[in-house]
């Protein structure tokens, strides 16, 4: 009998480890057959996002709590083993407000960018990571140029949501932007200085020791948001890109495009067959519903790594409910070719609320009124995979004839199989997954998720 690893999250009791899987010759028809000779994309690693508000809540905390959640967020072999994050070029939805790295009028040059405002917060948020990470691999993307480089004179290109609250980011009727436009001034002078911009983004963090590996030009480049955003068409992408790409491949640094949020796999085609961009982009990063994206990217562009870039990102309840689809969305995007999978905001307060009023989840929420700390359901979840599937393991797929056909499979490079799978019923269920000659049997307790790690051999 060949030990397996088991271990189960429930709604109530997260992370149990539990006997009682086997592995032996089959019995009868298995639940799925896990495909071992058909290894599909390398999983690059997982991840979340360096913001503001997220370093500002862990900072409520002691000392010695933050850095145990950080080791456990970080330190391989402990607990979420992240090893590929995202960080904002400049402010995003969860920075503490609006700033960009130059705001003087018409600076083409430059002479006054400056990244200071981020050694309050993203500085030392990052620096905390890599004590326990040394390796860690960052990218980056904005969510608007600096004011002046956009056709509006705004940070934003849309007036706050209702659902959001009494939120007033002071933008004009003139200054409303709209999907389908470019919003960023597409004359070489500003196309250039904006690729500068990015150059000296990169340049001022290798100086910390923070490398910057690949960037992405715009976060979600069709939405005009009442935040900070910028909207671009392909073919507005398509003229930056062309002038990014040398400037970053000049340092070594990667162009995604993305990040895409719309299920339209042409807008990201439009890029890739122009002369002048298609060369210089190395992947695609999808979020939101650019996941109906993904299957025929992946079926067009196979070569091309996909990266999922931000988990939809809740309501600031961190519920069971929000874990449970947070599993269809992995499911997803790996089962389509994804080949890293980000969490959003690593840690929020209670409540979860940005500087423009939406409530969002988090990993951690931290009570400010007890400065004490929790891991969310969603924490919980995104363990059962990434602590145990390393960087490098190959997604496989698996094959029902019964109709259960919930679960994932990777294979590692040590040959060790990790199997995660949600039982998303109110019983429990028998299950067995047929792994080469030898069946892996066991009852899946009611409404849970589980991960098998069978070694190698």
């Keep these: 009998m060949v030990a397996v690893r088991w271990v189960t999250t429930t709604r109530d009791d997260p992370w149990r480890e539990r006997d009682g899987a086997t592995l032996a010759a089959p019995a009868g028809m298995p639940s799925a057959?896990?495909?071992?000779?058909?290894?599909?994309?390398?999983?690059?690693?997982?991840?979340?996002?360096?913001?503001?508000?997220g370093w500002d809540a862990l900072a409520l905390l002691d000392a010695g709590d933050r850095d145990a959640i950080m080791r456990d967020l970080f330190e391989p072999g402990t607990g979420l083993n992240l090893s590929l994050c995202r960080m904002p070029v400049?402010?995003?939805?969860?920075?503490?407000?609006?700033?960009?790295?130059?705001?003087?009028?018409?600076?083409?040059?430059?002479e006054h960018f400056s990244i200071d405002h981020d050694h309050d917060t993203l500085v030392p948020f990052i620096r905390a990571a890599q004590a326990h990470r040394p390796d860690l691999r960052l990218w980056a993307s904005p969510w608007s140029p600096p004011t002046w480089m956009?056709?509006?004179?705004?940070?934003?290109?849309?007036?706050?949501?209702?659902?959001?609250?009494?939120?007033?980011?002071?933008?004009?009727?003139?200054?409303?932007?709209?999907?389908?436009?470019?919003?960023?001034?597409?004359?070489?002078?500003?196309?250039?200085?904006?690729?500068?911009?990015?150059?000296?983004?990169?340049?001022?963090?290798?100086?910390?020791?923070?490398?910057?590996?690949?960037?992405?030009?715009?976060?979600?480049?069709?939405?005009?948001?009442?935040?900070?955003?910028?909207?671009?068409?392909?073919?507005?992408?398509?003229r930056f890109v062309a002038v990014l790409g040398p400037e970053m491949a000049a340092r070594g640094v990667d162009v995604f495009l993305g990040t895409l949020e719309r299920p339209d796999d042409a807008l990201v085609t439009r890029v890739l067959e122009d002369p002048s961009a298609g060369s210089w982009v190395r992947g695609v990063g999808a979020q939101w519903a650019g996941k109906g994206a993904v299957p025929h990217l992946h079926h067009d562009h196979p070569d091309l790594p996909i990266y999922q870039t931000e988990q939809e990102c809740g309501d600031g309840l961190n519920d069971w409910r929000y874990a449970r689809h947070a599993w269809t969305l992995m499911k997803t995007f790996f089962t389509h070719g994804a080949s890293a999978y980000m969490y959003w905001n690593i840690a929020l307060l209670t409540g979860g609320v940005s500087r423009w009023g939406w409530s969002q989840n988090s990993l951690v929420v931290v009570d400010p009124a007890t400065r004490t700390h929790r891991f969310t359901h969603e924490y919980q979840l995104l363990k059962h995979v990434s602590h145990c599937v390393a960087t490098g393991a190959r997604v496989v797929p698996t094959l029902s004839y019964t109709g259960f056909e919930n679960q994932l499979a990777f294979l590692n490079p040590d040959g060790s199989l990790v199997l995660v799978v949600h039982n998303d019923g109110a019983d429990p269920v028998d299950v067995s997954y047929l792994i080469g000659d030898r069946a892996l049997a066991a009852t899946l307790p009611a409404d849970s998720f589980s991960t098998f790690v069978v070694p190698a051999g």
């Design 33 to 53: 057959f896990v495909e071992l000779d058909r290894p599909q994309q390398a999983v690059e690693g997982f991840g979340a996002s360096f913001n503001e508000m």
């Design 90 to 110: 400049a402010a995003n939805d969860f920075s503490r407000d609006w700033y960009s790295y130059d705001e003087v009028e018409g600076d083409l040059a430059l």
């Design 150 to 238: 956009k056709t509006n004179g705004h940070y934003a290109a849309a007036r706050p949501h209702v659902a959001f609250g009494d939120v007033d980011n002071g933008i004009r009727d003139d200054q409303l932007g709209r999907e389908g436009t470019d919003m960023f001034r597409l004359d070489a002078p500003h196309l250039e200085a904006y690729a500068r911009y990015f150059g000296r983004f990169v340049d001022a963090y290798a100086e910390l020791g923070i490398p910057i590996g690949m960037v992405m030009p715009q976060n979600e480049f069709n939405s005009a948001q009442p935040f900070p955003s910028c909207t671009w068409t392909p073919e507005g992408l398509a």
